[in-house]
């Protein structure tokens, strides 16, 4: 992190919101990093934030083992704002009172404004939309401390100290529900804070190129090209950091889409001239997965075998520090919690799938940052907009897209399959529309009948979700000509298949992917 940048610090009490308030920050022109709510008063003075963001969790804060932050967090003479959770904690530190509320609030209320003056200003008025998410209620303020709104269920729905430029918040202005959140956000740092902004993917850009120079010395930097958006966008950015100290590997696991390899060779080779060896290692990753039929196995025996081929492939290359990943927030907390591994969704290969004792140190520019918020770093670097574009793959592959054991004629069909849906979404000018779009191969088998004879073959489900980072999901209404069509050209194409379903389901409750 550049000193001399702006920077908004964002303390993580565990909220499934955690990142979006860092992520909106940012949008509002800022620089903002989310840190452990525990991080240490020192390490927090130096860092120099401008201000200073609590965010929301699921806890109590009477719970015996409640998240709390350093005990010097208010002596620092910073700006702060605790939203939800990040309210009660200011409450509870400085000699309010909060109590289990008679009345859990979830979802949608209206809150009324009392002073516009600074944190709500232009926001005048009765019955502004907010999201709640809360079971605790503030029902004694701190002394110092004054309301700025109420709602009915929360008659302390958000409280100032003017002096020490502390606020709290009962909703969630991080959330698009809350209609005026950005605003109140807009303020928080603009006016409270006296943020100057400017930040954008630019200055990102700027930041990461000199941190990684001044990481890497004269080490080199082996990379992880899978041919996707992120590891695409990331060889490109170390490459103007490093130049040719960035040794790409592009490792073909066997469990990629159709074409995958050869288009990221010829891209990352003849346009950009990047040092990139290729290595096939089909065999050995389908003889680790020969069997496994657990999707949390699958993910550590393809995530190890990765590792194990950049180990040996670095070892060639000699004087190697570092690997780089593509990871994206959404890969790393879906894989850790902020206390440890116990809410894990999935581990993601490139972040809970590594080895303990990995010889090579980490370089993963992109571990704050959400989808969209790549394709921006990656445009601005000037990667064709078709890369960019691309809908995400998972680093596992087609191995989380067959469902149970993996062969490589199931391998073969999901392939085939993944193609045809692939071609007719773009066919039908709808894939820029949707966040990803695949097949799975379900290890069931169904009678059908081909020309007058009986079928007994296997199952593709197709699934097409909209989505704005990946986090949450809609399934898409793709039209049914559509699918009619997919469907007829699947099982008259991929021999052993007869029969085609399409899957209806948002995430949560359900994950984008099936495994
Ligand atoms: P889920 O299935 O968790 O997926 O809703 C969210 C997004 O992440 C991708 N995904 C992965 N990416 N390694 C990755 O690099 C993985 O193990 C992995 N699993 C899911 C998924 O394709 C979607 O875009």
């Known amino acids: 992190m550049i000193q001399s940048r702006e920077l908004i610090l964002v303390l993580d009490f565990g909220s499934q919101y955690s990142q979006l308030i860092a992520r909106r920050v940012r949008e509002l022109g800022v620089y903002s990093e989310l840190h452990p709510f525990n991080l240490p008063a020192g390490k927090i003075r130096s860092m120099n934030p401008k201000g200073i963001i609590l965010s929301g969790g699921p806890a109590s804060v ?298 090579l140190k980490l370089i993963e520019p992109f571990r704050e940052l959400f989808k969209d918020e790549v394709r921006e770093v990656g445009r601005l670097l000037g990667l064709p907009a078709e890369l960019i574009g691309r809908h995400p793959f998972p680093g596992p592959g087609l191995a989380v897209r067959v469902i149970g054991s993996i062969g490589p004629e199931k391998l073969q069909i999901v392939r085939a399959a993944d193609q045809v849906f692939e071609e007719e979404i773009r066919k039908a000018g709808l894939y820029d529309s949707l966040w990803q779009a695949l097949a799975v191969l379900l290890p069931v088998h169904t009678v059908g009948v081909m020309g007058d004879q009986r079928t007994y073959d296997q199952v593709v489900a197709l699934r097409a979700v909209t989505s704005l980072d990946g986090m949450t999901a809609d399934w898409a209404q793709l039209p049914p000509g559509l699918l009619a069509t997919v469907s007829t050209r699947i099982v008259n194409e991929v021999r052993g298949v007869n029969r085609v379903v399409y899957d209806i389901s948002s995430k949560p409750p359900s994950t984008i992917e099936w495994e």
């Open 62 to 359: 009477y719970d015996r083992d409640a998240p709390l932050p350093a005990a010097e967090l208010f002596e620092l003479g910073m700006p702060i704002l605790g939203i939800c959770y990040g309210l009660q904690v200011i409450a509870h530190r400085l000699g309010g009172r909060v109590d289990p509320s008679a009345k859990r609030e979830y979802g949608a209320a209206t809150v009324s404004i009392d002073d516009a003056s600074d944190l709500f200003r232009g926001i005048e008025g009765d019955r502004t939309p907010v999201w709640m998410s809360h079971g605790d209620a503030l029902v004694k303020m701190p002394a110092g401390f004054e309301r700025i709104a109420h709602s009915p269920s929360s008659p302390i729905c958000a409280i100032r100290n003017k002096e020490r430029q502390i606020f709290g918040v009962q909703f969630h202005p991080e959330v698009a529900h809350t209609a005026r959140g950005k605003e109140i956000l807009r303020n928080f740092l603009y006016s409270v804070c006296g943020c100057q902004g400017g930040w954008n993917a630019g200055s990102f850009v700027e930041d990461k190129t000199g941190e990684i120079r001044a990481e890497v010395g004269i080490q080199n930097v082996i990379c992880a090209l899978s041919g996707g958006v992120d590891s695409s966008v990331l060889a490109v950015l170390l490459h103007r950091a490093i130049k040719d100290q960035l040794r790409c590997i592009h490792i073909n696991n066997g469990l990629m889409r159709k074409g995958e390899s050869d288009s990221v060779l010829q891209l990352h080779r003849e346009r950009y001239h990047f040092n990139v060896a290729y290595v096939d290692a089909t065999e050995t990753f389908l003889a680790g997965l020969q069997g496994i039929t657990d999707p949390e196995q699958k993910r550590k025996i393809i995530g190890r075998t990765f590792i194990e081929i950049f180990e040996q492939e670095a070892r060639k290359i000699g004087n190697v520090g570092y690997l780089a990943q593509g990871t994206l927030y959404p890969d790393v907390i879906e894989s850790t919690s902020f206390r440890g591994p116990s809410h894990t969704i999935k581990s993601h290969h490139n972040v809970g799938g590594l080895p303990e004792t990995m010889h």
